[in-house]
T-cell receptor, first 115, second 112 residues
Framework: ETGVTQSPTHLIKTRGQQVTLRCSSQ?????VSWYQQALGQGPQFIFQ???????GRGNFPPRFSGLQFPNYSSELNVNALELDDSALYLC??????????????FGSGTRLTVV | QKEVEQDPGPLSVPEGAIVSLNCTYS??????FMWYRQYSRKGPELLMY????GNKEDGRFTAQVDKSSKYISLFIRDSQPSDSATYLC????????????FGTGTSLTVIP
C-alpha cells in the first residue's frame, strides 16, 4: 500500500473529552510527524516520532501526546479537548529522520471539531 | 513575530497570467525552502524545493530564494484553472530533522 492514510477523516468531540487520531505511514517510511492546521492557517508542527521515540516537539502542551508502533504507524492523542483544538490534523511520513524533503508525504488529514 | 510570514490573499487572476507568491522569514538558520500546494480537504503536496540560495525551475514554476533579504518567491507562468489551490511556503533547518515551519498559505483562484 502506498501513501499516508489517516483515520477517521472527520470527528466531532465535546470540550473536555479525549480523542485518538491514527496514521499509517507510507511503506518504507520510519519517521512520522504530526501537524495541526487551524482554519485559514498553515500547518504547525506538533511532534515527530522516529523508531517509537518522540524526536522533536513544537509549542504544544503535554495534553498532546503520541505513539509510534513497530510497524511505524502512529497515534496522536489529545486530552481535555478545548474549542481551539478544532483543526485539521495532518500526519506526514518520511523515509529518514533528516532532510528528505522529497520523501516527506502528507496524509489528507483528520478534521476535528470540538463543540 | 512568526518565523514565516505569507500574505494570505486571496489572489484572483485570469487564465494565462503570471502569478507571484512570496514569503519572508526571520530565522537565518533555515536552509531548505519548500513550496506546497494544498487543495480543499487534502493534505499539502510538494511542488518544489530549494536548498540554500538560488533559483529553481520546473516547467511553469520557478522558485527563488534570496537569503540576504530572507525572502522567497514562487512564480507560476501561464496559470491554469487547475492551479487554483492554496500555496504554502515551508522552511526547515538542516539539523532539526523534519520539523517544517509553514506560512499561512495564499489562496489562489485562476479564472477561465
Amino acid at each position: 500500500e502506498t501513501g499516508v492514510t489517516q483515520s477517521p477523516t472527520h470527528l466531532i468531540k465535546t470540550r473536555g473529552q479525549q480523542v485518538t487520531l491514527r496514521c499509517s505511514s507510507q511503506s518504507g517510511h520510519n519517521t512520522v510527524s504530526w501537524y495541526q492546521q487551524a482554519l485559514g492557517q498553515g500547518p504547525q508542527f506538533i511532534f515527530q516520532y522516529y523508531r517509537e521515540e518522540e524526536n522533536g516537539r513544537g509549542n504544544f502542551p503535554p495534553r498532546f501526546s503520541g505513539l509510534q508502533f513497530p510497524n511505524y504507524s502512529s497515534e496522536l492523542n489529545v486530552n481535555a479537548l478545548e474549542l481551539d483544538d478544532s483543526a485539521l490534523y495532518l500526519c506526514a511520513s518520511s523515509p529518514s529522520i533528516t532532510g528528505d524533503v522529497n520523501g516527506y508525504t502528507f496524509g489528507s488529514g483528520t478534521r476535528l471539531t470540538v463543540v | 513575530q512568526k518565523e514565516v510570514e505569507q500574505d494570505p490573499g486571496p489572489l484572483s487572476v485570469p487564465e494565462g497570467a503570471i502569478v507571484s507568491l512570496n514569503c519572508t522569514y526571520s530565522n537565518s538558520a533555515f536552509q531548505y525552502f519548500m513550496w506546497y500546494r494544498q487543495y480543499s480537504r487534502k493534505g499539502p503536496e510538494l511542488l518544489m524545493y530549494t536548498y540554500s540560495s538560488g533559483n529553481k525551475e520546473d516547467g511553469r514554476f520557478t522558485a527563488q530564494v534570496d537569503k540576504s533579504s530572507k525572502y522567497i518567491s514562487l512564480f507560476i507562468r501561464d496559470s491554469q484553472p487547475s492551479d487554483s489551490a492554496t500555496y504554502l511556503c515551508a522552511m526547515s533547518r538542516v539539523n532539526t530533522g523534519n520539523q517544517f515551519y509553514f506560512g499561512t498559505g495564499t489562496s489562489l483562484t485562476v479564472i477561465p
